[in-house]
């Protein structure tokens, strides 16, 4: 981690691991205590009243836990009567919601929410502050999104029969514009989501380093002076040397301290501690997470987290239990409903549409075919599979995850695609023998049984 030299912002932060106070850092829940996660709800419209085959028997999973999380990636507003407008920056579509999908997401069972993703501020502030009006309304916990960092930042709870729950929420993907931030002086504090900055790095070869100094050396304006002979820094853009080329990332130290204490913070008033992050790194096109991943999913464990899901690159990646505590890489989809979803002026322009001719729907699946930047299409049938989760604690013990695949309807048409069903069997152990061979490198071992994956941690994965 690079060090910090614009503020003093971390010389306070304490060891994640070695603090001793009421409510330490261990798990403590009431017997049988079950978390049900999913990954990205991308849902605009109310669905439990709906045809949707199938997903009678996803609702009930969700039904039968004490908790039931997902990250909502959408703004809850009427646009009839919607204040604000779409911004200049977004997280690649204007996603918006209904504002029954409030009731129609306690009608699935979903208790707890996280909000800091590319989407929080699709509709400005106004957007941001609407969708906790109607999550409010609807006894919805969330957390992720405020007035200012302090809100942002700060784990939210959930009174359940079996534990006080906590949930923290951050994103390392954002639209730039979207970052909370507390007052200064004078100036106030700025609404918005609870950021994780990290610093993108491409390695390369030494040849190729050598080529691109060159090109740096020749470029009009360059002055030189004492630099590291392994790196260059080219049009914003740093390269390094290393064994294989790629993307490297630093996190932020200001932004993991702020995480860490409010993690801290969250698992001192609570007895189960839920971290979560939206972060699409190094791209939807990968199956394995970013190089700074594992080391930070650690530290959050070390923190006080019980569980730590990561979501955003809309397919799996693999799982770890780590001291006895279950990390996600990423739970992919769960819902890519995308039907009530105006396009914004700026998505018609980018996609090379006409608003006068083309429709929103036009739009959006030109989206989804195109992919973001180099990522492949998100019509790829791996964007449209993905598991739900049911994490069962014993005498504060990890003692199973059972892992359902499930599908989204890829092959059906638009206004029918994106909602989940329990995959049929050969697909469903295609799903679950992907998710073997990508847990893999992180020492876990899936079974199958009767179609659904099992993880029953051994006594040295609590350690």
Same mark, same amino acid.
């Given at each position: ?51 949707? #085959? ?73 957007? !941001? ?29 959930? =009174? ?37 900055? /990290? ?8 040849? !190729? ?10 470029? #009009? ?21 290393? &064994? ?23 698992? $001192? ?36 987290? &019980? ?59 030109? =989206? ?31 003692? =199973? ?24 069997? #050969? ?8 998710? $073997?061979? /990508? ?25």
């Amino acid at each position: 981690m690079k060090k910090n030299s614009h503020n003093n912002c971390c010389h306070s932060a304490k060891q994640d691991s070695s603090y001793d106070v009421v409510g330490s850092i261990a798990t403590n829940v009431a017997d049988g205590f079950t978390m049900v996660a999913v990954g990205d709800l991308l849902v605009t419209r109310p669905l439990t009243k709906g045809q949707h #085959p199938g997903f009678d028997t996803i609702i009930k999973i969700l039904h039968d836990a004490d908790v039931t999380f997902g990250n909502i990636e959408t703004n809850i507003f009427d646009i009839r009567s919607f204040k604000g407008s779409p911004q200049a920056e977004y997280g690649g579509a204007y996603v918006t919601s209904l504002p029954e999908l409030g009731p129609d997401l306690k009608a699935m069972g979903f208790n707890i929410v996280s909000r800091a993703n590319n989407h929080s501020l699709d509709w400005g502030v106004e957007g !941001m502050r609407e969708t906790s009006r109607v999550l409010d309304q609807n006894g919805i916990v969330h957390a992720g999104a405020g007035e200012n960092l302090a809100q942002a930042g700060a784990a939210r709870f959930l =009174e359940t029969a079996r534990g006080r729950v906590a949930l923290l929420s951050f994103a390392s993907t954002f639209t730039p514009l979207s970052r909370a931030a507390d007052p200064a002086g004078e100036a106030p504090g700025r609404p918005g989501l609870n950021a994780l900055r /990290l610093a993108r790095s491409i390695v390369v070869t030494p040849d !190729m380093l050598e080529s691109l100094r060159l090109i740096r050396n020749a470029l #009009p304006g360059f002055r030189p002076g004492v630099e590291d002979p392994s790196r260059v820094e080219l049009a914003g853009v740093t390269y390094k040397t290393g &064994d294989k080329i790629g993307y490297t990332y630093e996190a932020d130290p200001c932004d993991v301290a702020a995480i860490m204490r409010n993690v801290r913070r969250g698992k $001192q008033f609570a007895d189960f501690c839920i971290v979560t992050n939206h972060g699409h790194e190094p791209g939807n096109w990968s199956q394995e997470p970013p190089d700074y991943a594992q080391w930070f999913a650690h530290r959050l464990i070390d923190a006080g987290a &019980d569980a730590y899901v990561v979501h955003g690159p809309h397919q799996l990646r693999g799982i770890e239990i780590y001291k006895g505590r279950p990390i996600f890489y990423s739970l992919g989809n769960f819902i890519m409903d995308n039907l009530h979803t105006p396009a914004g002026a700026d998505m018609f322009t980018a996609y090379g549409k006409d608003p006068r001719v083309d429709t929103d729907a036009e739009v959006t699946v030109e =989206e989804m075919a195109r992919g973001y930047e180099t990522d492949p299409g998100l019509s790829d049938p791996i964007f449209y599979e993905s598991i739900v989760t049911i994490i069962r604690f014993e005498q504060n013990q990890l003692a =199973e995850l059972r892992l359902y695949p499930i599908e989204l309807g890829r092959s059906m048409r638009f206004a029918n695609r994106g909602i989940p069903r329990v995959a049929p069997t #050969p697909q469903g152990k295609a799903i679950l023998d992907r998710l $073997q061979t /990508l847990s893999k490198p992180f020492g876990t071992r899936i079974a199958i049984a009767k179609d659904v994956g099992v993880i029953r941690p051994g006594p040295s994965s609590r350690r």
